[in-house]
């Protein structure tokens, strides 16, 4: 069974920086794109990166100079480190398959604010 377990997340001040891992079990990971989503109240959950098996990453334009994906697949992780972060990146963040599939896991809330 596939689970997904995400860390790393907490209270920020603007202009911080988080990095959050996510380990997953079950499977084989290293054969996976892997994506970060998010989702902030109200909203729909949004797609913030990816990275391919291969290592290549792609970002949404909103996260784009500031937020680094990686991957370690020894340790079956991928991690999204946080920079510049702004109040508008307040949000539950999961990590997932991309294309997503079913097993989300409880997410890793983080709070920009002064």
């Known amino acids: 069974q596939v689970q997904l377990v995400e860390s790393g997340g907490g209270l920020v001040q603007p202009g911080g920086s988080l990095r959050l891992s996510c380990i997953k079990s079950?499977?084989?990971?290293?054969?996976?794109?892997m994506g970060w989503y998010r989702q902030a109240p109200g909203t729909q959950r949004e797609l913030v990166a990816t990275?391919?098996?291969?290592?290549?990453?792609n970002y949404a334009d909103s996260v784009k100079g500031r937020f680094t994906i990686s991957r370690d697949n020894a340790k079956n992780t991928v991690y999204l480190q946080m920079n510049s972060l702004k109040p508008e990146d307040t949000a539950v963040y999961y990590c997932?398959?991309?294309?997503?599939?079913?097993?989300w896991g409880q997410g890793t809330q983080v709070t920009v604010s002064s």
């Open positions: 997932n398959f991309y294309p997503p599939s079913d097993y």
């Open positions: 079950g499977g084989t990971f290293r054969l996976y794109t």
């Open positions: 990275i391919t098996r291969n290592g290549s990453p």
